[in-house]
């Protein structure tokens, strides 16, 4: 029987190569990447294969907008420095894009995000991508 390939979920890392933190959830991503592709080349489909997206970009006013509905509220200020609503953050991250504090992991298939080096709630977030 025929069957299309579903189009592999994109995590997009807001990374910093000179944060500690950063490179620890770099380092697991493409740890649980790698374990993705090898399971779902096996045929075992263990875990949801995903694109990996790492960059040292800061994310465009608009993908910060959506950043800010995933995290949610209590969260915007673990996203920018010194905001605490989503008007107060759009407004730092203008006057200062350096006010966007990373590391941020966004799966933008499924409308989440991660703020920070929690690798349990990273871990969730890829547990939880349709396989």
């Known amino acids: 029987m025929f069957r299309f390939n579903k189009s592999l979920d994109i995590i997009t890392l807001f ?14 991503l493409q740890k649980a990447s790698t374990a993705a592709a090898e399971a779902a080349a096996a045929n075992k489909g263990s875990a949801a294969e995903f694109k990996l997206d790492i960059t040292e970009e800061p994310p465009t006013p608009d993908q910060l907008q959506i950043i800010l509905g995933y995290i949610g509220r209590q969260k915007i ?13 759009m407004k730092k991250f203008k006057e200062n894009v350096e006010n966007f504090q990373r590391p941020v992991v966004v799966d933008w298939n499924n409308g989440k995000a991660v703020a920070g080096e929690n690798e349990s709630e990273i871990l969730k977030m890829l547990n939880a991508l349709p396989k």
């Open 15 to 28: 990374h910093k190569a000179s944060s500690p933190a950063s490179v620890r959830v770099a380092a697991a």
């Open 77 to 89: 200020p673990s996203v920018v420095k010194g905001a605490s609503d989503e008007a107060e953050a």
